[in-house]
């Protein structure tokens, strides 16, 4: 499994303001500066936004605690305590979604238990877990299932082939999963309505890869009018929006969306910084940037990142 904690060591944006100023910078380069120095003071001030964070969380477990375990408002706090922490500690978020599991099976809720299965499922597959999560897929019949959860269902298995074809060092394997990753996104894009935000995802990414990247620009732009800054949703789409930018090797614009993205999963504590990892070395590549020592500014920091064949970071997606 390639996933690794990573100490963030550079980003160091002093030098970059010397740079900027002495080359007659455009006015695009100025924005994306713009977006840097928010970005640096971000950094710089990650724990008033731990902080927020972390009082939502203890908000949450006060109310679980004051809820009879009998209750269903039991597995509501339970759910809400996990969404706190899927994108922020992942250990954590999977201990609330066991808690409400044993919770469903023990009162003998097939569809709450099935709800979070899948849920456990996704997060699990996205995580590298992949034993973990076929087995949790394994225990579900799809023919079962309400139909709300079929796209869920058909989405996770979807992720969990994806995944493991994009890590695995085996070319047969890979095949063999990039073959049930397509089939189940197949699956899933007939129950999808055309104009919901997977759906959308998806065939952006289908554009991307068949090599029309302006038509899968047009698709973005749909999904950025459509999302709201300073949410998960909004780092995952300015994100996707660089890796096109990035296809058609526009370095000023592909940096303003990794800054974009990358402020906001600081802003809302996500811990999946692949964008500011990309940043970072797009900038090192230019000599933006200094790679000091640990002593870095982001000492203190949970960050992680993926890192893929190509060199870059991979942005991992814990909702669905």
């Given amino acids: 499994m390639k996933r690794q904690l990573i100490p963030i060591l550079f980003l160091f ?20 500066f713009a977006l840097l120095h928010l970005l640096d003071e971000a950094i710089g001030t990650h724990k008033q936004y731990t902080d927020v964070r972390e009082s939502r969380i203890a908000r949450l477990k006060q109310r679980l605690a004051d809820t009879d375990t009998a209750d269903v408002a039991f597995f509501k706090w339970n759910g809400e305590i996990y969404k706190e922490y899927k994108a922020y500690v992942c250990d954590s978020a999977i201990h609330y979604l066991n808690a409400n599991l044993v919770w469903a099976e ?10 979070t299965r899948l849920e456990l499922a996704y997060l699990m597959a996205a995580t590298g877990m992949y ?5 949790l897929l394994r225990q579900i019949d799809r023919t079962a299932l309400p139909p709300r959860l079929l796209p869920d269902y058909y989405h996770c298995r979807y992720k969990l082939y994806e995944e493991s074809g994009f890590y695995t060092s085996d070319d ?8 049930l990753a397509a089939c189940y996104e197949d699956s899933l894009m007939q129950l999808l309505p055309p104009a919901s935000p997977l759906f959308l995802e998806r065939q952006e990414e289908r554009k991307a890869a068949q090599g029309d990247v302006d ?20 780092a995952l789409v300015t994100y996707q929006r660089s890796l096109l930018y ?39 590549e230019e000599g933006d940037i200094e790679l000091p020592t640990a002593t870095s500014a982001f000492r203190g920091m949970r960050l992680t990142a993926t890192m893929s064949a190509a060199g870059t970071y991979r942005r991992q997606v814990f909702f669905r």
């Fill in 246 to 284: 990035r296809s058609l090797k526009n370095r000023e614009e592909e940096k303003r969306y990794l800054a974009l993205s990358a402020l906001t999963d600081i802003r809302l504590c996500i811990t999946d910084h692949a964008s500011l990892w990309n940043l970072a070395q797009l900038l090192y």
């Fill in 172 to 179: 047969s394997f890979r095949e063999r999963y990039q073959t």
């Fill in 131 to 135: 034993e973990e999560a076929s087995e």
């Fill in 215 to 234: 038509a899968a620009l047009v698709i973005n732009d749909a999904r950025l009018n459509g999302v709201r800054p300073d949410t998960p949703e909004y």
């Fill in 106 to 115: 023990r009162r003998g809720s097939s569809e709450k238990a099935c709800e």
């Fill in 13 to 32: 944006l002093p030098p970059l303001t010397v740079l900027v100023q002495g080359r007659g910078a455009s006015a695009d380069t100025l924005q994306v």
